[in-house]
């Protein structure tokens, strides 16, 4: 892999880099899309990171399909698709995980201890392997972004990191390759999700602009749904995560839901100025 890249640098090419644990969806393929038009080499990672997930989480059951995988990347023009293996990527004794002291402190971060340690490790690993101009990542997983953003910055890669817009069904629903996981009746619920925040925006357009009154409206309209468990519902500053009181500047409405076992997120940008 390494190799490939760095003859096609050589060549003066510019790589573009997704990376993903695999069974895409058009969110993926729209972050390809991106890819493709900022670089002119696109490379996908495929591999479902053991360390970022914790104990009790869906690591076992994480859903694949590398066949259907490899014939979506081909047909967007995918040049090459990494499949690293987890005893190259992990051998017996390894020890070094990348950390960051206040962003996974946080919304995700906080339920799923270590998580953002195995992102930030496995990221930094493909970085280091595949060796890109540009790295592209869904604003769908908001604090990742910001996560790999300030780790990039922090660890001066020569990377260029761009956020590309969530994804959505016709009805809204944010795509994620856990939605496979949803019963139909789940998967009408789980558009409380998309359906509360896009409340919460109505609300600050009618000048409701305090951040625990939009909140409390949500906790009570996903808890109205069948099935549901809030793990968080937050507004935050979208640079430092930290919450905010009052909405006076774009701000983040950011959630966390478990519909049946199945944990989605989703967020919007809260915009006083559009309102
Ligand atoms: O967003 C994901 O799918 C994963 O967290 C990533 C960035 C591929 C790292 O495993």
Known sequence: MTSWSDRLRREGHLISFVPTMGFLHEGHLSLMKEGKRLGDKLVISIFVNPTQFGPGEDFDTYPSDLEKDFKLARDIGVDVIFTPNKADFY?????????????????????????????????????????????????????????????????????????????RE?????????????????????????SSLKKAQNSLKNKENSATALIGNAVEFICSHPDTEIDYIKICDPDTLDDVAEIDRPVVMAMAVKVGTTRLIDNVILNPDQS
């Open 91 to 167: 051998p017996q004794g390894f020890d070094t995980f990348i950390n960051q002291e206040k962003l996974p402190n946080h919304l995700c971060g906080l339920a799923r201890a270590g998580h953002f340690q195995g992102v930030m490790t496995i990221v930094t690993k493909l970085f280091n392997v595949v060796n890109p101009d540009i790295a592209v990542f869904g604003e769908k997983d908001f604090q990742q972004l910001a996560i790999i953003r300030r780790m990039v910055k922090d660890l001066n890669f020569n990377i260029r990191i761009i956020g590309h817009p969530t994804v």
């Open 170 to 194: 016709s009805d809204g629903l944010a795509m994620s390759s856990r939605n496979s996981k949803l019963t139909p009746d789940q998967r009408i619920t789980a558009l409380s999700l998309i």
